[in-house]
Every structure is written in structure tokens, then in C-alpha cells.
């Protein structure tokens, strides 16, 4: 079952529901989101607990509930709907008002009748407190006996007790505006979800099959659909185009802010901002299952994973309030026993601090910060997959780079055409020889083959036509081409089969030195050599850079290969990189065993042949470029494809570690300072309200400064 719960302005608010609801017989599984509202759980068939049992739990704890039928973007939807209300127009605003106008109206009743002041203020005192003192007793029959409300109640009408009237009066009213504060401050925290939601249109033009567009609902698409993308509209939904070329902004969905320029046969996504022309689109995703709803819920699911350091925060908090309670007891008693103190003094601090002792604060200082960062990874095309993996790379002292398709672009580009005469090299028929490269491979799928062909028809070469065309499997190709019977093999294959000359063997492991994989070209009658093609997967754009913002950070990087020695170091040498060559998987495995010893690790791959390594690493990274496989697979995921987004990342995990560190000090601090002033009697009732409430503001304020991190290296 699922549920959406109205009203949760601090984490503390979650374990309250939580632990009510895990107390009521058949119920399990109880998990609820703070950043996105949403309750999930398990009900027996059999139990005695029904539906109205448990909403009705909810509801007397003080909070909004309403069950979830609806698929995700409608949620979404009703979220936002609930939080487009202004301030005055929530239940707490609503709160505030009221019990603002129920004091205003016993202290002007003071002014005018002075004799009958303090029990104005004690009558709007008992009916401003009675929905508090309500919600405390629930709480505490639920098994939370130590919340805020219960501490505050105490706090109200043992100041009435005492002869605080006034004093009593101004705790209740600090105590509904700090609770509306805080649900303003949480709401703003939650916007990162609905920022991403709202990046899809809600609205699609679909096309029929005689081509004639009208618009519909962007979530009723089925896959197979076609839709009309117009300049300037966003994408509809993930699909292939079918039909027109245009440059997109993919920004929504990956964090590239450069347009792209896609045509027919390309994929879409869902959020991206058509620039230039129309389109005509294929779905292949319904809206509940496109690239960005799919980040949105992963991103949802990991803020709901609890982080280490929440974890920690949490159990300590459990033991912290009942400690001070105990505190404020020894407060009461202690100094009037032992040291002569007056009763009512010390019972007076000894309130104040029952106010002090609320951890909400604290409680919320993790989540929060785990929350604004993860939001933030989003916006930038960093997926991460729980507050665990985002505080672990930040302390990750060693990356371990895959080099294909990581550190190379995973895809071979021709970087060399050598054409040979008798006399020696022939730099003029260069294109001649790359048109006989192209003609021979041009019935083959190796990528090898495709980049040469690629190279050709970007230089605009005419490719003759071949014929006879065949393979010596693993060794060479062999077709006709204008009458030549060719060939094209490796050099070891060319050394036995045609007259490889002294001068051309040099050529060739001058490349191969280069890290370049080398291709022969030579006719097979008179075993002439023809030409050279050399090949090689080239270190992405960004990788030199990001090896060295890595280095900037203290940070190791080591680069794991199975290729050839040779290869391994002409791609490490320009990076300065340390390097691995020749390895399998489990030889990655165990390098990465070794490595773990004395250092936290950090494994980026492809995230398609590099998952045991990828599994074996503190934190798994996956280079993804937006596909399936890579927001599904390891802990991260950076949709860019970029390398230096891995420091992007790491920068982002030490900044949010450090919000965390502050919040847990401007909690822990601001508390201390005034349970001392408290007992010293420098502060008192209402002060101590304040302390708690500006400690959760400061904390979640302080948690949103990470919504505006930018990339700094």
C-alpha cells in the first residue's frame, strides 16, 4: 500500500509515523520518504488492522493522508498542487493565525481589564495548547513518548502552574510559528523532486496514422506512438526519430547544456528542449517508464535510503531526549534538596530546557544535506543511488579507471593513412588507399572496418564497389575491387602473405608504439604492400583534464586494461596516470583487492563489462551517456559520460559531507550554549523556544546553500 502524508516538516516527523504504524498488528515493511512524502507498507490479508485503522493513526498523529492509485507523474502532480498553497492557506498557517489572534486578544483583555489579564492568558493558553497536548498523548500511546508536542505541552502548563501566564502564552504562540517556519524550510528542500518532474510536458501531439497531429495527454503515449516534437517544444517522451534532424538540449536530462544535433535513427529523451526544427518521434517509453522518471525515482529512492551518518544521528537521538529529560529532572530536584534553591526557579529552568532537549535539529541535519546533494547530482547528470554511496566518495582516496569506453571514447577512430609506392611512401594517394580500405571492409560489422568506413565517407571519398568479398576468420578480408584481388590482415598476417619491405615493418611498429592497432593493405597476386590504415581508441576530451582535477583533489588515479603494454602507456603516458595492462577480470578483481587495504575505492567502468569490479569497489561508478544499463548499474551513474565529472562528484560528496558537519554543530552548539544559559537562568521560556526552533531553520537553510553547488574545478 502507498500513501501520501501532508504535514512532515522535519525527519523526527517520520519516526513518529513509523513507529506508530510498525506497532499495529499485521502491518510491516513500513517505509516513508521524508523528501517525497510517500508512505509504503504491507498489510496481511488476514490482519485484524484495516485500511481506516491506518489512515486513521495518521491522521490523529497530526498529519494529511491520502492513498496512491494513481501512476507517478499524476502524484507528482498532486504534490505540487498541495505545495503551490501560500503559507496562510496550511493547516499550520491556519494554526498560527488563530492562536496569534487568540493572544493578541488576551493582552489587549489585560490592557483594559487588568485584574482579569492573567487568566485571559491562561484561557488562551489551554485552548492554544489543547491540539499539541492532543497530538502529544497520541504520540505517546503510539510509542513516542519523548516528540516535541509532549515537551512543549509540559513545558506551557507547567509554566501556568507556576504563575507564568504570560510567559506560557508566548511559548505557544513561538512554538506554531517555529512548526509553520519549519514547514516552509521543508518544502523548499522537497522542491529538487517536483524541479525534476516538472521538466516533462504534461501535454504531447500525437499523430495519426494519416499524419494528422492533435494534441493529447503526454502520459496517456503508448510505445510505437508517433508524435510531432515543433521547434521550441520539449520532447514528449523517449523515443527514436523517424523523421527530420535538429539540435536538442539535452540539459534536462544529462546536465550538457551544448546542444546536440540528432537525426533519424537517434534516440530522445523525454524533457529535452527541441532548438532548431521539427521532428517526427517514435516512442519507445511510456511516461512512467522514460529516462527522466526513472532518475526521479531513482533519485526518490535514495533519498529514502538512509545514510551512515543518519543512521548514527538517529540512534543517538533516541537516547539524547530521554537523557535530557532526565537532566531537567535532576534540574527540579537536585539544586532545591542540596543547595537550598527555590522550587519554582528551578522548576522554571528546568521547563526550559524540557524545550531545549527537542533533537529535531539534529535529527534533520543528515537528511537534509543527503537530500540537496543528491538533488544537485541530479541536475547535473551525476546519478547517485543512495545518501551511503554519496558520503562514501567522498572519502575515496583511490580511483580505479576501465580504460574502454572510460578514459577512451570506446569506440576506434582511424588516426593514420600511409600509402606506399615502389619508391617508398606516397603521401599524395593517401585517399586513394583509404577508398581501397573502405571498399574491402565495407561488408564487414567489425568496428574496425565501420571506422574506416566512417573515415571514408566523412573525408567524402567515393568508395569503389567490391566484389567476392570474404573472410579468413580472425586473420584478414578479401574482396575485389576493381579488378585487384586485396586483402587486408593484421602485419603478422601480411608478413607471411605479401612482401612487407624493411622501411614498412619500421612504419608499422613506429604506430603500433604509439598504441595505435595497425591494418595492412596488399594485393594478393603480387603481394605488393598497398597502404597502412592505423586505428586507435582515443582518450576522451575531458580525460587529461579530469585526471588532474583528481590529482588536484589528493586523489590517486591508477588506469586498468586488458590491452597490450604497448597501448596501456601511450594512452597513461599524456594523462601522467598509473597503469595495469593486459589483465582479465578476476586479475582487475584482485588488483582492486590489494588496493582496498589501506584506501577507500572508487571504480569507474562502462557499466556493462565491468560489473564484478564495479560490485568489488567501495563505490561503483558507471559511465552512461543516459542508457539503461547505465542507470541501473553500479552505485553511480554519470549520464554525461565525462571523466571530469568524477571529480565533479567527489567535490560534491566532501562539500555535502561538510554542510552535514556544520549542521550537526549549529545543532549540537546552539543547544549547548542554551541548555547552559538556561540553567545558569540567563535565558528563559520563550528564548528556549527559539533556540529549537532557529536551530532546525538554520540547519535546513544551511542544507539548501547546497542547491546552488556549482562545478569549481
Known amino acids: 500500500m502507498q500513501y501520501h502524508i501532508e504535514g512532515m516538516d522535519c525527519a523526527s516527523c517520520v519516526g513518529k509515523i513509523e513507529t506508530a504504524l510498525t506497532r499495529m498488528p499485521g502491518v510491516s515493511d ?64 491556519k494554526q498560527v493565525i488563530g492562536i496569534g489572534l487568540l493572544m493578541s486578544a488576551a493582552y489587549m483583555l489585560s490592557l483594559v481589564f487588568p485584574a482579569y489579564g492573567a487568566w485571559a492568558f491562561i484561557i488562551a493558553v489551554v485552548i492554544g495548547v489543547l ?43 513561538l512554538f506554531s510559528v517555529g512548526e ?87 534516440e530522445v529523451f523525454a524533457g529535452s528542449i527541441n532548438v532548431d526544427s521539427a521532428l517526427h ?39 539524547y531526549t530521554p537523557i535530557v529529560m532526565a537532566v531537567a529532572a535532576l534540574v527540579v530536584i537536585v539544586p532545591p534538596l542540596l543547595l537550598g534553591g527555590e522550587w519554582g526557579t528551578w522548576l522554571y529552568r528546568s521547563l526550559a530546557l524540557l524545550l531545549i532537549a527537542c533533537p529535531c535539529a539534529l535529527v534533520l541535519s543528515t537528511p537534509a544535506a543527503i537530500a540537496s546533494g543528491l538533488t544537485v547530482g541530479a541536475r547535473s547528470g551525476l546519478l547517485i543511488k543512495g545518501g551511503s554511496a554519496l558520503e562514501i566518495i567522498g572519502r575515496v582516496n583511490t580511483v580505479a579507471f576501465d580504460k574502454t569506453g572510460t578514459l577512451t571514447e570506446g569506440k576506434p577512430r582511424v588516426t593514420d593513412v600511409v600509402a606506399f609506392t615502389e619508391g617508398g611512401t606516397d603521401v599524395s594517394g593517401t585517399n586513394e588507399v583509404l577508398a581501397l580500405f573502405a571498399s574491402v571492409e565495407s561488408g564487414s560489422n567489425h568496428p574496425l572496418a ?76 603480387s603481394a605488393d604492400v598497398i597502404g597502412l590504415v592505423a586505428l586507435r581508441d582515443e582518450l576522451r576530451d575531458d580525460a587529461r583534464q579530469g585526471v588532474a582535477q583528481l590529482s588536484a583533489m589528493n586523489v590517486r588515479s591508477v588506469m586498468l586494461t586488458g590491452d597490450n603494454h604497448l597501448t596501456a602507456q601511450a594512452l597513461a603516458t599524456p594523462l601522467d596516470i598509473e597503469w595495469r595492462a593486459e589483465l582479465l577480470p578476476e586479475d582487475k578483481l584482485r588488483l582492486l583487492s590489494e588496493m582496498r587495504d589501506n584506501n577507500k575505492i572508487a571504480m569507474v567502468g562502462d557499466g556493462i563489462n565491468d560489473a564484478p569490479a564495479l560490485a568489488s569497489a567501495d563505490v561503483g561508478i558507471a559511465m552512461g551517456g543516459g542508457t539503461d544499463v547505465a542507470i541501473e548499474t553500479a552505485d553511480i551513474a554519470l549520464l554525461q559520460s565525462r571523466v571530469t565529472d568524477v571529480a565533479h562528484l567527489i567535490a560534491l560528496s566532501r562539500a555535502t559531507l561538510a554542510n552535514i558537519h556544520q549542521n550537526v554543530i549549529f545543532a549540537l552548539g546552539l543547544k549547548g550554549i542554551f541548555l547552559i544559559t538556561t540553567i545558569l537562568g540567563i535565558t528563559g521560556l520563550w528564548i528556549a523556544v527559539l533556540a529549537d526552533t532557529c536551530a532546525t531553520i538554520l540547519v535546513t537553510l544551511n542544507a539548501l546553500r547546497l542547491l546552488r553547488f556549482k562545478k569549481t574545478l
Not at 524550510?185 to 516538472?198: H, M, N, V
Not at 576468420?473 to 587486408?488: D, E, F, M, P, Q
Open 30 to 93: 513500513v517505509q516513508l520518504n521524508f523528501a517525497t512524502q510517500k508512505l509504503a507498507l504491507t498489510l496481511a490479508p488476514d490482519a485484524t488492522t484495516e485500511v481506516k485503522d491506518i489512515e486513521g493513526t495518521i491522521k490523529r498523529l497530526g498529519f494529511g493522508v491520502s492513498e496512491l492509485t494513481e501512476q507517478q507523474d499524476e502524484v507528482v502532480g498532486h504534490e505540487a498542487n498541495v505545495d503551490d498553497q501560500h503559507w496562510w492557506q496550511t493547516m499550520k498557517g
Open 450 to 525: 565501420k571506422a574506416i568506413v566512417e573515415r571514408a565517407k566523412v573525408a567524402k571519398i567515393a568508395i569503389p564497389i567490391a566484389a567476392n568479398a570474404s573472410a579468413t576468420a580472425g586473420k584478414a578480408v578479401h574482396a575485389t575491387v576493381n579488378g585487384r584481388s586485396l586483402a587486408i590482415g593484421s602485419p603478422i598476417y601480411a608478413a607471411d602473405e605479401s612482401l612487407l619491405l624493411p622501411d614498412q615493418q619500421v612504419q608499422i611498429e613506429s604506430l603500433q608504439s604509439e598504441g595505435k592497432t595497425v591494418s595492412v593493405l596488399f594485393d594478393e597476386h
Open 180 to 266: 509553520l517556519l519549519e514547514s516552509v524550510a521543508a518544502d523548499r528542500a522537497r522542491a529538487g523532486i517536483r524541479a525534476l518532474a516538472s521538466l516533462v510536458p504534461k501535454r504531447a501531439v500525437l499523430l495519426d496514422e494519416q499524419g494528422v497531429p492533435r494534441e493529447v495527454a503526454a502520459a496517456l503515449l503508448q510505445v510505437d506512438d508517433r508524435v510531432l516534437v515543433r521547434p521550441g517544444d520539449k520532447v514528449s517522451a523517449d523515443g527514436i526519430i523517424i523523421q527530420g534532424s535538429s539540435s536538442l538540449d539535452d540539459s534536462p536530462v544529462t546536465g550538457e547544456s551544448i546542444p546536440v544535433v540528432k537525426t533519424v535513427g537517434d
Open 131 to 173: 491540539p499539541f497536548a492532543r497530538k502529544a498523548l497520541t504520540l505517546a500511546t503510539a510509542g513516542s513518548p519523548f516528540s516535541i508536542e509532549m515537551l512543549m505541552s509540559i513545558a506551557a502548563l507547567g509554566a501556568l502552574i507556576i504563575g507564568e501566564a504570560e510567559e506560557a502564552a508566548a511559548v505557544v504562540f
Open 281 to 319: 518521434v517514435r516512442v519507445q517509453k511510456t511516461a512512467a517508464d522514460n529516462t527522466i522518471a526513472r532518475i526521479i525515482e531513482l533519485v526518490e529512492q535514495a533519498q529514502a535510503s538512509k545514510a551512515p551518518t543518519a543512521r548514527f544521528i538517529e540512534k543517538f537521538s533516541r537516547y
